[in-house]
């Protein structure tokens, strides 16, 4: 990337940590707890395409999926938790998140484009994929999915951001909005 920052930025277990500017970084979530949703994910058929101005190509709300959204449901309060902790301001509501899906392809990446949230927090499910790195050419960061891991970031044209095309293998993200009450 454009100052020279590692594609890869592990950082420590159980909390997210200040990557740039208000670009947070960890692995939060079980990676155990993240693979049984990326199986669930996985063999799901009902995924949307083409959802006119969500930027991803193919997602579902996972209240569409009863077993995926009660998982969720055990990470509610911690997920509240967090976002209030790292944005520290309030009240701050996360909607139905959805998940996102990529393949190889020509709709294996997403294009630069900035969020209309006041918060996005994005629950990785799996690392099992090459390519798939969350881009912030602005801020010269460049981040590897990994089972686990969750960024954080506000909504608004200060965070632009890209999906790298997937280049073998699937991508699945958790994408949590979270709007300003
Ligand atoms: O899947 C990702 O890594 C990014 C998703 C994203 O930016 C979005 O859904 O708005
Ligand atoms: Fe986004």
């Not at 155990?32 to 009902?46: N, P, Y």
């Not at 969500?54 to 998982?71: A, M, T």
């Not at 990994?146 to 991508?171: E, N, Q």
Request: glycine letters at 10%.
């Amino acid at each position: 990337m454009r100052n020279g920052r590692p594609a890869n930025i592990e950082m420590g277990a159980d909390m997210l940590n200040r990557v740039a500017a208000e670009l947070y970084w960890g692995r939060i979530f079980d990676p155990g707890l993240s693979a049984r949703i990326a199986d669930l994910a996985t063999s799901f058929s009902d995924y949307e395409r083409d959802r006119g101005a969500n930027p991803v190509g193919e997602d579902f709300r996972i209240s569409e999926h009863p077993g995926i959204f009660s998982l969720y449901r055990t990470q509610e309060d911690f997920i509240r938790e967090t976002i209030l902790e790292t944005a520290n301001t309030r009240p701050l509501t996360p909607q139905t998140p959805y998940i996102a899906r990529y393949l190889p392809g020509p709709r294996g990446g997403l294009d630069m484009h900035a969020d209309n949230s006041a918060w996005t927090l994005i629950w990785y499910l799996n690392g099992n994929f090459s390519g798939g790195e969350l881009m912030f050419p602005t801020l010269g960061v460049s981040l590897k999915p990994r089972a686990g891991m969750a960024v954080m970031f506000p909504g608004g044209v200060l965070y632009p951001h890209a999906s790298a095309p997937v280049a073998k293998g699937c991508k699945l993200a958790m994408v949590i909005m979270v709007d300003r009450k």
